[in-house]
């Protein structure tokens, strides 16, 4: 990780409220000397998160997030942390420049690789065989500025084209495993041939595939698409998100669609919180990708069966991760791409208005190909939407009951009885926080009191001054340092001095998670000492023990046996004091 100067990250979360800061996200009320809202990180529905406006810290004590006004940031809007920086300064009104861009050093080449691929398909499109590409992207009303922003190529008619190109550079192997040339015996050829082609991005926006669509009639796939490699998960990504995602945020919503394609015509029209995924299906870590987006999200799948099929499958995905969903049907087209072209942008925007809940949209789905004036069909029909019911919440099954009851004169009171109302709970159950033994939970607490006032480093030297774990001791040196440097330390800067250190951030967000931001107390401090050193004391004592039942020698077992007995009488000392 790249250093940052201390003092202006400083500057910045000390010229940041952050009460003022995460009331630009959710409704804060005050309580007492603090704020509480909603936790934005689980499905909370009794404010059970507490904000700091005199510690700067906020913690939620259900789901147990918490940290500073940088990691507020960071969390909610599923951004690294120096971009949660810049996004505060931003906020503050304070310069901060610095364009910083995670990328793991062991994939460095490999990405490198993929961009250059890039731009010589890009290249491809300024030739002489280019100009029928290009040709055909303007009939689509794909522009330059479209060609250029989601950096759209060629790949040309010669099947050797890209592999010399990049063999010169390249290790051919390399380029084989990257899905960019294939080999036979010693013949190696491009993967792609007489395309355009569009990247395929990862969430941060670099190149790690692509997709190769025929635009010269051919009798070919109309789409090919990169196999899986190193950096090509396609159950991972999401087609077009990094573009999307600030969109996302201003719209409050976001569409999902099944082709690139389709995703750029909207793009292109100003529909710019779209994402497609390049199939018919939703794998786990997509729908982990749409629930830190915390949006409604839109289904706006192929008009065809499968377009169908997939959007019942997904939308009861996305329901049952508790995510909003509503469902867009296009009729008169195959896809959003054919709507607009044929269409319009503004009739295509209106379709989007009237989107309707997947709950409706699966009521209508079962009522197709039924006739509900037979008994057998209706009794089907109400059995298949009590089925749905199960999982929904109160308020819908009371009004979908009193629907179908008017709806087709069936008694309210047997409905409800065929279907379980569960009673809603007015404070949502606690998450169970991961149990901790005696001396975890007491590090964890010293550990806090030794980052938020530099009384305590003192004390625990005095008192103690040592921790089993050498994690633990890392960090104690690590919080020596920081006090040396600055004469004065508090956990809201410390948490973000931990960033850059890789020896102690783990640490110190277990810390951050295992403890409720107490309030703080010498003699409650001494007390933490006091059990850890019994602790180790207790353990030590085991230990010579064994060590004790093991030894020959007689003299060594002499000298064993009065330090065992030392640290006995050490411990029957404090337990009479106490």
């Given at each position: 990780?790249?250093?940052?100067?201390?003092?202006?990250?400083?500057?910045?979360?000390?010229s940041a409220d952050i009460v003022s800061i995460i009331s630009d996200y959710i409704p804060l009320k005050m309580q007492g000397k603090n704020y509480f809202g909603l936790c934005p990180f689980h499905d909370d529905h009794s404010p059970s998160m507490s904000v700091s406006k005199e510690r700067q810290l906020y913690k939620c004590f259900v789901c147990n997030k918490g940290g500073n006004v940088f990691n507020f940031v960071k969390d909610y809007e599923n951004?690294?942390?120096?971009?949660?920086?810049?996004?505060?300064?931003?906020?503050?009104?304070?310069?901060?420049?610095?364009?910083?861009?995670?990328?793991?050093?062991?994939?460095?080449?490999?990405?490198?690789?993929?961009?250059?691929?890039?731009?010589?398909?890009?290249?491809?499109?300024?030739?002489?065989?280019?100009?029928?590409?290009?040709?055909?992207?303007?009939?689509?009303?794909?522009?330059?500025?479209?060609?250029?922003?989601?950096?759209?190529?060629?790949?040309?008619?010669?099947?050797?084209?890209?592999?010399?190109?990049?063999?010169?550079?390249?290790?051919?192997?390399?380029?084989?495993?990257?899905?960019?040339?294939?080999?036979?015996?010693?013949?190696?050829?491009?993967?792609?041939?007489?395309?355009?082609?569009?990247?395929?991005?990862?969430?941060?926006?670099?190149?790690?595939?692509?997709?190769?669509?025929?635009?010269?009639?051919?009798?070919?796939?109309?789409?090919?698409?990169?196999?899986?490699?190193?950096?090509?998960?396609?159950?991972?990504?999401?087609?077009?998100?990094?573009?999307?995602?600030?969109?996302?945020?201003?719209?409050?919503?976001?569409?999902?669609?099944?082709?690139?394609?389709?995703?750029?015509?909207?793009?292109?029209?100003?529909?710019?919180?779209?994402?497609?995924?390049?199939?018919?299906?939703?794998?786990?870590?997509?729908?982990?990708?749409?629930?830190?987006?915390?949006?409604?999200?839109?289904?706006?799948?192929?008009?065809?069966?499968?377009?169908?099929?997939?959007?019942?499958?997904?939308?009861?995905?996305?329901?049952?991760?508790?995510?909003?969903?509503?469902?867009?049907?296009?009729?008169?087209?195959?896809?959003?791409?054919?709507?607009?072209?044929?269409?319009?942008?503004?009739?295509?925007?209106?379709?989007?208005?009237?989107?309707?809940?997947?709950?409706?949209?699966?009521?209508?789905?079962?009522?197709?190909?039924?006739?509900?004036?037979?008994?057998?069909?209706?009794?089907?029909?109400?059995?298949?939407?009590?089925?749905?019911?199960?999982?929904?919440?109160?308020?819908?099954?009371?009004?979908?009951?009193?629907?179908?009851?008017?709806?087709?004169?069936?008694?309210?009171?047997?409905?409800?009885?065929?279907?379980?109302?569960?009673?809603?709970?007015?404070?949502?159950?606690?998450?169970?926080?991961?149990?901790?033994?005696?001396?975890?939970?007491?590090?964890?607490?010293?550990?806090?009191?030794?980052?938020?006032?530099?009384?305590?480093?003192?004390?625990?030297?005095?008192?103690?001054?040592?921790?089993?774990?050498?994690?633990?001791?890392?960090?104690?040196?690590?919080?020596?340092?920081?006090?040396?440097?600055?004469?004065?330390?508090?956990?809201?800067?410390?948490?973000?001095?931990?960033?850059?250190?890789?020896?102690?951030?783990?640490?110190?967000?277990?810390?951050?998670?295992?403890?409720?931001?107490?309030?703080?107390?010498?003699?409650?401090?001494?007390?933490?000492?006091?059990?850890?050193?019994?602790?180790?004391?207790?353990?030590?004592?085991?230990?010579?023990?064994?060590?004790?039942?093991?030894?020959?020698?007689?003299?060594?077992?002499?000298?064993?046996?009065?330090?065992?007995?030392?640290?006995?009488?050490?411990?029957?000392?404090?337990?009479?004091?106490?």
């Open positions: 990780m790249e250093h940052i100067s201390e003092s202006k990250i400083n500057e910045i979360r000390n951004v690294s942390y120096f971009e949660a920086v810049k996004i505060v300064a931003n906020k503050v009104g304070i310069p901060f420049d610095y364009e910083y861009k995670e990328m793991p050093q062991k994939n460095k080449d490999l990405y490198e690789i993929m961009d250059f691929a890039t731009n010589v398909y890009q290249n491809n499109l300024n030739s002489e065989e280019g100009s029928k590409a290009k040709e055909y992207l303007l009939k689509r009303n794909i522009n330059d500025n479209i060609i250029k922003e989601f950096r759209i190529g060629l790949s040309l008619s010669d099947n050797k084209y890209l592999a010399n190109v990049l063999s010169k550079k390249y290790e051919v192997n390399t380029l084989v495993d990257l899905g960019l040339v294939e080999k036979d015996g010693l013949n190696v050829y491009d993967k792609f041939v007489r395309r355009i082609m569009i990247p395929i991005s990862d969430l941060d926006g670099k190149t790690v595939g692509f997709t190769g669509r025929i635009y010269n009639n051919e009798d070919s796939a109309k789409y090919i698409n990169s196999k899986e490699t190193i950096l090509y998960k396609k159950g991972h990504i999401l087609f077009n998100y990094h573009n999307a995602k600030p969109f996302v945020r201003e719209k409050k919503s976001l569409i999902v669609v099944e082709g690139n394609m389709d995703a750029i015509r909207m793009y292109s029209e100003g529909v710019k919180n779209v994402v497609a995924l390049m199939g018919t299906t939703l794998t786990k870590e997509q729908i982990s990708i749409l629930k830190k987006l915390r949006v409604p999200i839109i289904l706006l799948l192929d008009s065809d069966n499968a377009g169908e099929i997939a959007t019942l499958n997904i939308g009861s995905e996305l329901v049952k991760e508790g995510l909003s969903c509503q469902v867009v049907r296009l009729s008169g087209a195959k896809d959003p791409d054919e709507y607009i072209v044929k269409f319009g942008i503004e009739a295509f925007n209106n379709a989007i208005k009237s989107s309707v809940s997947y709950f409706d949209y699966k009521l209508i789905s079962l009522k197709e190909n039924k006739n509900l004036s037979n008994t057998n069909e209706l009794i089907s029909y109400v059995k298949d939407i009590l089925k749905m019911l199960d999982s929904a919440d109160n308020l819908t099954k009371e009004i979908t009951l009193k629907k179908i009851s008017e709806e087709y004169n069936l008694d309210y009171e047997l409905l409800k009885q065929e279907i379980e109302f569960k009673k809603e709970e007015k404070v949502i159950t606690k998450v169970p926080k991961k149990k901790q033994d005696n001396y975890t939970k007491c590090v964890y607490k010293i550990l806090y009191y030794l980052m938020s006032d530099k009384k305590y480093l003192a004390i625990f030297n005095t008192k103690l001054g040592f921790l089993k774990n050498r994690e633990e001791r890392n960090l104690v040196r690590e919080i020596e340092q920081y006090i040396e440097i600055y004469d004065k330390i508090n956990f809201a800067d410390f948490l973000s001095y931990s960033e850059s250190k890789d020896i102690i951030k783990d640490l110190v967000k277990r810390v951050s998670e295992g403890t409720d931001y107490e309030e703080l107390e010498d003699n409650t401090f001494l007390e933490y000492l006091k059990v850890i050193e019994n602790i180790i004391n207790e353990e030590e004592i085991d230990k010579l023990k064994e060590e004790i039942k093991l030894t020959t020698d007689i003299n060594e077992k002499i000298k064993k046996i009065e330090l065992m007995a030392m640290l006995v009488k050490k411990r029957s000392d404090k337990h009479g004091r106490n």
